[in-house]
């Protein structure tokens, strides 16, 4: 039970995959006008995916691959079962989810590196179904935490008197660096 | 499908070369490894386009992203055998970041490729990106490896190393001052950006 704790809150803080491996930084790239929930919305989009990935490629991984010795194959079905939950969200779309603006997103959330990350980083590490399934969704929760901080830092420097050449992409490119320096303080725990 | 609609793709050069950064830029440790991630994404993004040329007209419309990713990604795994057996340290240095250039922009935006009259020049264009996408790659990679390290390749160049900067925070750090610099000294650039290239 602690290692689960361990796994789901390392994902949060010290195995954060944006502060420590500087991948899925996508959203951070680009500036954008979008309010808290919108936002946290795509962060627990990509959580679901995150987790529905890995719970899949896990069993495929571990079912089919292994013992047929094939998993030389693994970047492809990785890459195939991810493009295949997104198509999935997409269809979930259309049902409409309450007017929430989610579609603007659906790009981001495909070629988000984080998805396809966790998985190459992770899936040999993950012992059992249950670590692989709290391991996604710490890495998820981590992702959907930093996208809401992002925002609410951008909304508030919006009201502040900076100067015009520092505001959108460059200071949350330097919260991200100043947050992935104290989040790297947790590493010995 | 209108997930990737080609609207999409065809933003303005700046903001391609932004999002094309996120997959490499955790791989840029130094020089030599950004010189390297930049040319395989080079390379896979010819290679996507030249395939997605030779099969117009033939893939459906729904199976074109999926097609070039698969195309892309299969090529990086040969690639990946290649390194195994010829290069192994490179491939313990790059890791996870050769499988990662698949879902580069530039390689899924080659998709465009099967909706364009004239190919040649989109493909001319996308090269073009590719390449100036390696310049700011090495000198990302060339400037990290240079502060955290005090030289580049062996050779001295700073009198004392500032380790903070070969961590992932130190890099996050450098990526805002340097796009905060070019947004005080060029701002046409940013209306460029709003306007878009088409």
Do not use: C
């Not at chain 1, 929930?37 to 069993?59: N, R």
């Amino acid at each position: 039970m602690l290692d689960l704790l361990y796994l789901l809150l390392g994902g949060v803080l010290w195995n954060n995959i944006i502060l420590t491996q500087l991948l899925g930084l996508s959203p951070f790239l680009v500036e954008r006008k979008s309010s808290v929930e919108d936002i946290w919305g795509v962060g627990m989009m990509t959580t679901a995916l995150m987790m529905a990935s890995a719970f899949i490629t896990f069993l495929i991984y571990d079912v089919i691959l292994e013992p047929l010795a094939l998993e030389y194959l693994d970047n492809i079905i990785l890459i195939l079962v991810i493009f295949l939950l997104v198509i999935l969200f997409q269809q979930y779309k259309k049902e409409g989810v309450r007017g929430r603006r989610w579609h603007l997103y659906l790009p981001d959330v495909f070629m988000n590196t984080a998805v396809f990350g966790i998985l190459l980083l992770n899936l040999t590490e993950w012992e059992t179904v249950i670590e692989a399934l709290v391991g996604a969704a710490g890495f998820g929760f981590g992702f959907a935490v930093l996208l809401v901080i992002i925002e609410s830092i951008n909304n508030r420097v919006e009201k502040l008197p900076l100067p015009e050449w520092l505001t959108g992409i460059p200071i949350q490119l330097i919260t991200l660096g100043i947050l992935a320096l104290a989040v790297s303080g947790f590493s010995g725990i | 499908m209108e997930l990737f609609s080609s609207k999409f793709w065809q933003q303005s050069r700046i903001y391609l070369l932004l999002l094309a950064l996120a997959p490499a830029l955790g791989g840029a440790t130094n020089f030599s490894n950004a010189l390297y991630l930049g040319l395989i994404t080079l390379a896979a993004t010819m290679a996507a386009g030249l395939v997605n040329v030779a099969l117009k007209g033939i893939i459906e419309k729904e199976a074109r992203v999926p097609f070039t990713v698969i195309v892309t990604i299969t090529l990086l795994t040969i690639y990946q055998f290649y390194l195994m057996i010829f290069n192994a340290s490179l491939l313990d240095e790059l890791g996870i970041f050769i499988p990662l250039v698949a879902l580069n922009v530039l390689v899924l935006r080659q998709t465009v490729l099967f909706e364009v009259e004239d190919v040649s020049q989109e493909f001319r264009k996308s090269v073009w990106l590719g390449i100036q996408f390696l310049f700011l790659l090495v000198f990302l990679g060339g400037l990290r490896e240079m502060l955290a390290t005090g030289g580049i390749m062996g050779t001295e160049m700073l009198a004392r190393d500032l380790s903070f900067f070969a961590e992932p925070g130190g890099m996050l750090i450098i990526l805002g001052m340097l796009f905060a610099l070019v947004k005080a000294v060029a701002p046409e650039l940013q209306q460029e950006r709003e306007k878009g290239v088409k």
